[in-house]
């Protein structure tokens, strides 16, 4: 894990489950990543690229997703 560094930009502190299959609903058991900000990025439904990565987890972005986490950025950075 390499933590901050630029061109890296916290979006908070994301609430992270394992979610056991047969509780709650689940059908095949999951991690939850929850955290509200990455809603704006990936959308209810689309699917997206997970690698492992040391200390934790990289998630690759389709173009519609990469465009709305710039948007997301530069709204950040107008604040």
């Not at 056991?20 to 439904?45: C, F, M, P, Q, Y």
């Not at 997970?50 to 950075?77: C, P």
Request: no cysteine; net charge positive; glycine share 12%.
């Amino acid at each position: 894990m390499s933590g901050q560094a630029e061109g890296k930009i916290k979006l908070g502190k994301a609430d992270v489950y394992i979610h056991v299959k047969g509780k709650s609903g689940a059908r095949v058991t999951h991690v939850d990543i929850e955290l509200d900000e990455l809603n704006k990025i990936i959308k209810s439904g689309e699917a997206s690229y997970v690698q492992a990565k040391e200390g934790g987890v990289f998630i690759g972005l389709k173009r519609e997703m990469i465009d709305r986490a710039e948007k997301l950025i530069e709204k950040k950075d107008e604040k």
